[in-house]
């Protein structure tokens, strides 16, 4: 598969996304386990996961500990696999998101990841999602403090506009590597976020990058110049909307979201779908 860069880390052009392995309308564990397996078959090399990849209050972790089990399972070749991980957001049980970016709380997450995980220091760690309560700089700041104690191999942001991006970068000391927001044919309202990451040399992590596990289906309904293009490629819409995303920047390294393994099969594929520079043109208008 086609290799993009995080920091100083080569992974593949498409990751695979576990949220919809763990919060509401999840598949049974086998069935999970199965897709990583298919993402990892296809040449999957990045992984998303959250501790707030959850369903149920009492069952934080969800999915990191889902994601160390398939990849144990896997085997030798699982560790190669870079695991980015999350922290700063919170599900009560509800259905709900809160937020929590306190320094400490963040250290104390980062931890419990790793021991999840069942790694000594984590791949890659992202603030989820800045929380109007707490100073971003002080949220950022206790990524750095885990990257200077070694709990973290690299850093990352999620849900971050230009001037957070630029602030992260100062606080962090030039170690910001990656940048994960929603981007989609539906949603392109971060697409300046996209081409200050390419300027700047960072990651850029599409989440949802086919609109959302609601919305994944309507795709060709609702934007035909992606299914117009799939009847000229001969593939699917949905490797065409990540095909453009890739054709947007080298930087690009969407993250779809996955439960079948059909379903990351088909996401894989698009690392390998060169458009035309006039497709990706109508793909953009």
């Known amino acids: 598969m086609q290799q993009r ?8 052009a498409i990751g695979l996304g576990g949220m919809p392995m763990s919060i509401e309308g999840r598949p049974d564990p086998e069935r999970s386990i199965a897709t990583v397996h298919a993402a990892l078959d296809a040449g999957v090399t990045l992984i998303d996961t959250a501790d707030s990849y959850h369903r149920d209050a009492n069952e934080v972790g ?33 259905g709900t998101w809160t937020r929590n970016g306190d320094p400490a709380y963040l250290k104390r997450a980062a931890k419990e990841s790793a021991r999840r995980l069942g790694v000594g220091a984590i791949g890659l760690y992202q603030f989820h999602r800045p929380d109007p309560a707490v100073p971003y700089a002080d ?47 539906a949603f392109r309202s971060s697409r300046s976020e996209l081409e200050h990451c ?26 035909g110049v992606f299914q117009q293009v799939a009847d000229e490629t001969g593939t699917s819409v949905h ?12 930087v690009v390294i969407p993250i779809p979201g996955a439960s079948r393994p059909a379903s990351i099969r088909d996401s894989a594929a698009a690392a390998d779908l060169e458009l035309t520079r006039d497709q990706v043109a109508l793909l953009s208008a």
């Open 5 to 12: 860069t995080i920091g100083g880390r080569s992974v593949s």
């Open 139 to 185: 949220s950022v700041g206790a990524l750095r403090e885990l990257l200077d104690e070694g709990v973290i191999l690299m850093a990352g942001i999620s849900n971050a506009g230009i001037a957070q991006i630029d602030e992260a970068r100062e606080i962090l000391g030039g170690r910001l590597v990656s940048v994960q927001n929603q981007f989609s044919p």
């Open 239 to 250: 490797q065409v909307a990540l095909a453009w995303q890739l054709a947007l920047a080298p």
């Open 62 to 94: 969800h999915n990191e500990e889902l994601i160390a089990r398939a990849l144990r399972e896997y085997g030798a070749a699982g560790a190669d696999v870079l695991v980015a991980t999350k922290g700063g957001h919170l599900r009560p049980g509800d």
């Open 198 to 223: 390419a300027g700047l040399g960072i990651a850029f992590l599409p989440w949802s990058p086919l609109g959302g596990i609601a919305n994944a289906k309507e795709l060709a309904a609702r934007h």
